[in-house]
Structures are given as structure tokens and as C-alpha cells.
């Protein structure tokens, strides 16, 4: 068993905590507000959706030091250990100057009721930090999990782009300190399992992954947290209890990202954001799709092995997973198996994962030449928001006609599932428009989908037939082309 230690270590701003009382449902954000005063950090959504709740969080990161934007109102306070947490009351001193964000908001009036103001900062604050003069794009993406209601976003896109005239990030405290402010993290960091505890509310960070399977051989009912994005509503919105929790998100062989030239796999751990990059040049299909996942807030918390885990019917990843063929590996102890991502889905809130299992990596083949690929994504909202149908499709072509077909949706069934009956209505025929015609015909024989507030079930079908038909018209050249790849 790995050392204990029974307190949470990490940077606030200028200063270093030390916590013992920390409960496995306390949030980042309440620890901010109510503990430290720290009020310029809002609470609007309480799910991580609109953004002014939004704080940095940096984390050590090879050799370096990475700062991610974050939603505290549902990043949890365990999960802070060995980070340096940023809000906005850092970036300028009580009597000194505002930083060069904060003044480009002034100048071009970015901000009106001013509620959605510092995190829209916050967000700015890390781009700028990256990328000082933006192309509008990398602003919009940016600016993706921040809601405003007053400004229309214009001013708001003007700061942006003035920042960089006020100051360089080669003078920003975050940039200059950023080799001593690494040195203190490391100088945290005893390699020991941390245990924690407010009255009954237990929370578990294992040491490494080895660790991690001797917590839940002894916790196999424990709830596995890796970045939060959906168990932070359980607590928020559902107000159900997650103790005892283990948590997952910073253990370093759980981050690994292994390229060959047969496939890229990528550890549980590893977050939309770490992987966006590996993503869009091995399957460049996804690369748009990846951007939708999800604002940036969520993408540099939320793990594509979470998505897998938590076996939502909805989640965006498992439909187009699936259709490249992924596996997931399941650990226990010492013990692996690598079951097909298809069939890992079992029924609604079931999946083929035993007590005292987690999800270790999960394999993703590269697409074979021939063969076309596309995802697409429906959602009331183009961005940031969870998807009412989502399609993943891989087509092989010979001659003409349809060799295979691997049709994969989510929001149609109780979990992203095949389409067995639409693959038959394609395979064997010429690929032309009544193949396609006829494969959307199938579709009612394989799924029943239902109606929510997201939409009708009709509309759902609706939908993904006419995704079948989109995805022929995409392989003529028409429409977008650029959504689909041929390998």
C-alpha cells in the first residue's frame, strides 16, 4: 500500500493551502466563495455551463507547466491537489494597474450587467497568455463555455483582439513566475495517496494506477471521478452523495497518449483537449466534431475514458468510437480485458464493468484506406451543448458498392448502439442515392427512440435518417466534403 498523507496540497493565487477537511462533494467554486471571500468567481449554472464560474488551473505537465480554463462550480476541491488555482483577483493588484484583458474589456465596453465579466476575463486571460493576437476563430472557441446576455459578444471579441496593444505575456506573473511556481508544485508532490475527509464524505487520490486498483479492491462501490463533468451535477443538480469518491484525473499512467500505425490509445485520464491535437490528425473527421464537444471549460476537464465509463446514451464519443471499431481495456487488480467498445454498452446505466473494474485506455484503430468516415453531431445549440443525435459512420467501398458498413448512434436507444438493420440495407448495393434512401428505412426497425426536452422522437428519426442521406451526399462532393475523409 502507497504512503498516506490526509491533506490536500496546492497553490491559491499567491499563496499555499493546506486542507484536511475537504468532503469528496466540496466544490472549487463554494472553497472560493464561502471560504476565502473570493467573490469575483460566480455561480450562474451550477453545471458548468455558462462560464462565470470560470478560473485557471495549472498543472504540472512534462517539464512544464499548463494552464487550463475550468469550471470551479463543478471541479471538485480534492481534484486541486498539486495545482495552482487562479482567479481573477490575481491578475491585478489591489491598487495596482488592471491587467491588460481586464483594461481591453474596459476600453471596448465588454461588459454591461457584468455578471458573466470575470470569467469571460479568465478565459481571455488564458488565450491571451497562448496566442496574444487571436484570429477570430481561436476567440470563438475560446469564448465557447462563456454565456453572455448583454453584450451580443462583439465588444467582447474586440478586447480580445486589443490586449495584446496594452501589454505582452512575457510580463504577466503567470509567465515570469511559471518555472518557481512549478518548482513549489513539485516541491507538494510526496507520491503519496491522499485520503480526506469532511465528517462522512470520503475522498481518495490514489498514487498511480496500481494504487488505484488496490483502492477499489478495497472500495469496489466507491464513485470513480475523473474530470468531474458529469458527476459535478450529481452533486449540484441531483444532490446525491459520491462517497466514498476516487479521483482519477492527475494520475500520470493514466495520461498517456500512444500513436502507431495501427492505432492511437489513449489512457483513461486523458482529456478532450490533451488528445484534440493527436485526434485531428489521426482521424481528421473528428476534428470539427471534437470542437463541439462541450466548451473549452469542459473539454480541458472532461475525459474521453469518462465519457465511455459513465454510458450515457447520449455521450458524444461512444457513437463515433464505435464506428472506427475502439476498444476499451477493463482493469481489476492486475487483471486486464479488452472488450469491444460496441458491446461494453449493456443496457441504460449498464455497462460491462464489474464491481472493483475501471476503465484503463481505450484503443481506437486508424481508418484503413478505402474506407470513408464521418460524425456528426445534433444540438439545439451549435456549441456547447449535449447532443439531441449523434452519428458515427465508417462506409468501405468496392467497385461501387458497399463492402461493410458500421453506422453507430447515440440519443436513439437506451446506449449508443449499431444500426444492424440499416448496415444490411447497405451492404452488397450500389452506393447511390436509394441505398441511402433505404438504409434511412431501416433505421425504424433498429431503433425506438423517445421523446424529451432535448426532442420528439420524431424529430430524432427523422434526423439520423437524413443524416444517412447527408453522409451519401458528402461522398459525391457535395455539401460540406470537408466533414468526411477518405483514408
Known sequence: MAKTRNEIRFLLNGSEKRLTEVGASDTLLDFLRL???????????????????TVLVGRRHGAGLRYETVNACIRLLPSVDLCHVVTIEHLAGRDGPLHPVQQAMVDKHGSQCGFCTPGIVMSLYALWMETPRPEVG???TALQGNLCRCTGYGPILAAAKAAADLGAPEADVLVREREAVRAQLAALDDGARVEVARGDDRAILPADADDLAAVLAEEPKATIVAGSTDVGLWITKFMRAISPAVFIGELA???????????VTLGAGVTYSECESTIAEVFPHLAEFWGRIGGQQVRNMGTVGGNVAN????GDTPPVLIALGAEVTLRKGDE?????????????????????DFVESLRIPRPKPGV??????????RDEDISSVCGGFALELADGKVAAARLAFGGMAATPKRAPKAEAALVGRAWDAAAADAAAAALAE???????????????????????RRLYLETQGGDRPARLVRA
Not at 254 to 263: C, H, P, S
Request: proline fraction near 2%.
Open 35 to 53: 471560504d476565502c471571500g473570493l467573490r469575483g468567481t460566480k455561480e450562474g449554472c451550477a453545471e458548468g455551463d455558462c462560464g462565470a464560474c
Open 138 to 140: 481561436a476567440i470563438e
Open 253 to 263: 499512467d493514466l495520461k498517456g497518449i500512444e500513436v502507431t500505425d495501427e492505432a
Open 311 to 314: 454510458g450515457s446514451p447520449i
Open 336 to 356: 486486464r480485458r479488452a472488450v469491444a467498445l460496441e458491446d461494453f454498452f449493456i443496457a441504460y446505466g449498464k455497462q460491462d464493468r464489474a464491481l472493483g
Open 372 to 381: 470513408f468516415h464521418a460524425a456528426y453531431k445534433i444540438s439545439k445549440r
Open 446 to 468: 433498429d431503433f425506438t427512440p423517445i421523446s424529451d426536452w432535448r426532442a420528439s422522437k420524431e424529430y430524432r428519426m427523422a434526423a439520423a435518417q437524413n443524416l444517412l
